[in-house]
């Protein structure tokens, strides 16, 4: 099995273990979006394709200097579109050669996802700077324990069911990060541009998992 390549986004991710994932049908403000989960301690953000004109929100709030990437990455064309338009990170929902070699040519980390132990070592394979296991809930933290005995020097990302109530668990089993959806990036405030909300429900999130904001 290949060595994970070194990423500055797993370093970040030791300091700040949550990244937010963005899944709105509509994004009035990207950058002021990053700029409110920032308030709450969420200073890396994921847009995903799933969302409507997702490059615009990504050059607006890669070009006001926050850390974003994108997400639901399927094909090497969507991982170019994302990395030009500012990505610093982009993640798969599963192993996806043509990402991953994409963006090895751009010399962009890559967050594959996996479920099963062989999963896991297929994305490290194919130059993963990091794992992510989805659906997390499918098997719950201890499963993240499990992994670590095969894969100690894997970086484990738990995305899926994550919520305020059980991030805190998954960090402690050995994920090295947690995905916080709309637990606290809600559509319906995220759509109505309520900052406030964003915030608080952010800061929520992250004191949850014990998370000292820099």
Known sequence: MSTLPVST?????REDPVIAVVR??????AAALCA????????VTEFTYTTRDVTDHLKRASGAGWKVGVGTVLTAEQAERGIAAGASFLVTPGCRPEVARAARAAGVPVVLGALTPTEVA??????AAAVKIF????????YFRDLRGPYPGVP????GGVNAGNAADFLAQG??????GTDVVAP???AAGDWAEITRRARAFTEACGVVRR
């Open 175 to 180: 994920a090295l990060a947690v995905c916080a």
């Open 9 to 13: 986004l797993t370093d970040e991710l």
């Open 122 to 127: 297929q994305a490290v394979d194919l130059g």
């Open 24 to 29: 709105a049908p509509r994004i009035p403000d």
């Open 188 to 190: 319906e405030a995220v």
């Open 135 to 142: 659906p997390a809930r499918a098997f719950g933290p201890g």
């Open 36 to 43: 409110a989960l920032a308030e709450g301690g969420i200073g």
């Open 156 to 159: 484990l990302v738990a995305s």
